[in-house]
């Protein structure tokens, strides 16, 4: 058994590539993963980034849209294997250049202090992958709404509209809490310019610029 070295994006957790095989069920393998936190910090929702062509390498059957990321609190291979149930992560599959193949399997773990977390990577049949995988809650929006005047986007701290039209400004909603709150927003006679435990719409663009917009400004018929 040989094993392989990376870190994180953040370069803050050390993981452990595991030439192995663990059968799940019938026509499902999965590779194992040491990933371990080496600071005295608590990394809640850890980036984690792995090459797909890394895991290849152990299981060159393996194909990006076929899988499923798990983990337990078990710190080595042999306590992961006794864990009967397993926590699924917020995991996604990118194709990062844009040549319509899998080249990076991203996920999302919870790691205290100087914990080390098993993590499987199972691969195999369609079918039974998209069978055990999760709907994971929305953590970003996006609505065109003709009650706030434009597009709108979200994450659970701040949401952002812009004016699809001469204004072309981009506006805030600052939030008091983590939630999504376009539709909310865009129901009929929601008062979302007035202050409530969420939050509220925080500028007056007026004639602002705003955020992040564009201008163009004219000097003797000149534009700069």
Known sequence: MST???????????LTLIAGYAQAKPRLSGIKIAITNPTDIRRPAEKIVIQIADLKKIAPEL?????IVTATDATTVEEDLSKPEAEE???Q???ITGNKKAEELAFEIDLKPHQTRIVTVTYGDVDSIYHLRQDYPMR??????????GMGWESERAAYRIYFDKRNAIDLYAKKRMTLQLQR??????PYHDESPDGRDTYKIGDALSIGSCVCKFNDSKAW
């Open 89 to 91: 992560l917020p995991s």
């Open 4 to 14: 392989k070295c990376f870190r994180s994006i953040m370069g803050l957790v050390l």
């Open 140 to 149: 970003t929006n996006a609505l065109f709404a003709t009650k706030y005047e």
């Open 93 to 95: 599959v990118d194709d």
């Open 185 to 190: 927003y865009a129901t009929p006679e929601f």
């Open 63 to 67: 194909k990006g849209g076929c899988l």
